[in-house]
């Protein structure tokens, strides 16, 4: 099982861009899904979440410009992020809880490898 996360770059504060992190391999069923940040010197922290259902958790940072979506056919989440400011900069991940298999497992959580978004000012 793999997560491939793409969409990353550099853009203007203001600007927007789009996240893409799909899920491929021996999947069974995928739980929930979520995208994380790592600026420098940071810590690892949650941005946003998606469950299976469609209910979302944002962090408040970024509530209101940022939205979270999946394609549950598709092991794929996506995150829009709008109105872009300098402190989003950071390595953004994405994380999923995926069962593998035939099904027995509990969902165990896989990462992706990282996307660097950065913002200008």
């Known amino acids: 099982v793999q997560l491939q996360a793409s969409g990353g770059g550099l853009v203007q504060a203001g600007g927007s861009l789009r996240l893409s992190c799909a899920a491929s391999?021996?999947?069974?069923?995928?739980?929930?899904m979520g995208w994380y940040r790592q600026a420098p010197g940071e810590q690892r922290e949650l941005v946003a979440q998606?469950?299976?259902?469609?209910?979302?958790n944002y962090a408040e940072p970024v509530k209101g410009r940022f939205t979270i979506s999946r394609d549950n056919a598709q092991f794929t989440i996506y995150l829009q992020m709008d109105t872009l400011k300098p402190e989003d900069t950071a390595v953004y991940y994405c994380?999923?809880?995926?069962?593998?298999?035939?099904?027995?497992?509990?969902?165990?959580?896989?990462w992706g490898q990282g996307t660097q978004v950065t913002v200008s000012s």
């Open positions: 391999g021996n999947i069974f069923d995928v739980h929930d």
């Open positions: 998606i469950t299976r259902f469609g209910s979302t």
């Open positions: 994380k999923a809880g995926i069962v593998i298999g035939g099904g027995k497992n509990r969902p165990a959580d896989y």
